[in-house]
């Protein structure tokens, strides 16, 4: 029966006015279309933007990847935060900041919007969040700099 008995690492909880927490969200996310825009300075200003929004957001960003196509982000949030609301203001932002100093990404996606309106999102365990933390970071190395990986048949 012993091996039906989980426990959990204090040591990586967060202490608020009347709480303790440890939220960890893996979260993707696709460029429309999946086109390839999110290179050289354009994924240099991105990394930037997205830094500063999560932080008046109150996200703490453990992992992120950028691929041409898609993001990889691991994330800390405090409990109060509804992931969906914080995924809406990243994209959004990001979105409008990437417009705003890269006009030129417009002319490469149809009806002007940058980011695909799904997005991927999972709870991280203590358990899992090492393997999640690994992967984001091997992504560049795991799939060379192209985007996504192709089906197999």
């Not at 008995?5 to 909880?13: A, G, H, Q, R």
């Not at 440890?22 to 930037?48: C, M, N």
């Not at 982000?73 to 932002?93: E, F, H, Y």
């Amino acid at each position: 029966m012993k091996e039906d008995i989980y426990t959990t690492d204090f040591s990586d909880v967060t202490h608020g006015r009347g709480y303790v927490y440890s939220l960890q969200y893996h979260i993707v996310w696709a460029t429309k279309y999946r086109r390839p825009v999110i290179i050289g300075s354009v994924e240099a200003d991105f990394k930037k933007d997205i830094r500063e929004i999560a932080e008046d957001l109150g996200i703490g960003i453990i992992a992120m990847e950028t691929m041409p196509d898609h993001i990889h982000m691991l994330v800390d949030c405090r409990p109060q935060l509804c992931i969906s609301d914080a995924v809406k203001v990243l994209k959004g932002t990001s979105a409008w900041r990437l417009f705003r100093s890269h006009p030129e990404i417009k002319s490469q996606l149809w009806g002007g919007h940058l980011w695909n309106p799904s997005y991927f999102v999972a709870t991280v365990s203590d358990r899992t969040k090492e393997q999640v933390e690994t992967y984001i970071r091997g992504q560049r190395t795991k799939r060379g700099v192209g985007g996504r990986p192709r089906k197999k048949r």
